[in-house]
């Protein structure tokens, strides 16, 4: 019996951490390890574990028992923060007070007890607590499921200004004097190519993280920004658009068009287009950070879409009053 515990803890391990680095590479399939392992590890190998180790002594229960729920609210909290359930937050707190309010003063009373007192045993029991109370907190920092939520709500809400403008442009358009048409047609030619630009880099953005995520992605009905998958993605924003220079040649993207516009627009309308297509590096507690440096160093990918979704509003709001302005002239 003993041994068959022993080989599923081995299993166990194996299937975490193959979770674990399958989850660190947004492979398909991590989360289903990490449910399975953790779910198993805590309800039937740690049961059974302890269950075992009490036969050999058949007293001090409570000890047993303490250790069962310090493991499993630790474990079960670590499962629902990494798959971003509801309750994680109230789970881990809990976990990390427990130890220290339910385990050690039950491990402390069990030692008061027996014959053979360690001090090593003690400082190996202390020890493990703060190790598992820290990686408790620091699962606790993880970028969290309402933040995900909130950003996403955010970008739907830059797509629906960008589609009010993209509306507003047709509108005065369909309306326009025909001797305009050919600077607005020049116009629309030259925001499309920049937005385009800009679609584009969300794609790739999001296909890097995953190659499932091609299946939420639709060219005539836009991305699904809900069903993306590793939105929490720390990596992939400054590795295409840092280190790939993806983020520079945006950039320049981005001035070219703004210079067409100043030359296109009224004077009255240049405060209007530095101001939003503005590209200009920030100076914070004298320290001068670059443009590209500001919006993608160290950008979750559903931040980096964020401000690439409001890029897309902001082309076509500017858009939008130009041609206003011109039909209107």
Not at 189 to 212: F, G, M, P, R
Not at 269 to 274: P, Q, R, S, V
Request: aromatic share 12%; with cysteine; proline share 2%.
């Amino acid at each position: 019996m003993k041994n068959k515990i022993y080989l599923l803890g081995i299993i166990l391990i194996i299937l975490f951490t193959l979770g674990a680095v399958f989850k660190i590479m947004h492979w398909p399939g991590a989360g289903i390890a990490l449910v399975v392992s953790l779910t198993l590890f805590s309800f039937v190998f740690t049961p059974l574990a302890i269950i075992d180790c009490y036969k050999q002594e058949k007293k001090y229960a409570f000890v047993y028992v303490a250790g069962l729920i310090t493991i499993i609210f630790n474990f079960v909290g670590a499962m629902f923060k990494i798959m971003h359930w509801p309750g994680a937050g109230i789970l881990l707190t809990i976990a990390i007070i427990i130890p220290f309010v339910l385990f050690l003063p039950a491990y402390l009373v069990y030692l008061n007890k027996t014959a053979e007192k360690s001090m090593k045993n003690l400082i190996s029991v202390l020890f493990i607590l703060v190790y598992v109370a820290s990686m408790s907190a620091l699962l606790a920092i993880n970028v969290s499921k309402v933040v995900l939520d909130d950003s996403t709500l955010i970008n739907n809400h830059y797509t629906l200004l960008a589609a009010y403008y993209d509306n507003s442009t047709n509108y005065n358009v369909s309306n326009a004097d025909s001797a305009n048409m050919e600077q607005l047609n020049l116009l629309s030619d030259k925001t499309d190519h920049l937005i385009d630009d800009i679609y584009d880099l969300k794609k790739e953005l999001i296909i890097a993280v995953s190659d499932n995520n091609t299946d939420v992605i639709n060219d005539t009905d836009g991305i699904n920004i809900w069903n993306i998958r590793g939105k929490d993605n720390r990596n992939v924003s400054a590795e295409i658009m840092l280190n790939e220079n993806k983020a520079q040649k945006l950039r320049v993207s981005i001035n070219e068009y703004k210079n067409f516009l100043l030359e296109f627009a009224e004077s009255e309308n240049t405060e209007l287009i530095n101001k939003y297509l503005s590209t200009n590096d920030i100076g914070w507690e004298d320290e001068i950070y670059t443009w590209e440096e500001v919006h993608f160093r160290g950008a979750i990918l559903i931040w980096t879409i964020n401000y690439l979704t409001s890029l897309e509003f902001k082309v076509k709001m500017v858009e939008a009053e130009l041609v206003e302005s011109l039909t209107n002239s």
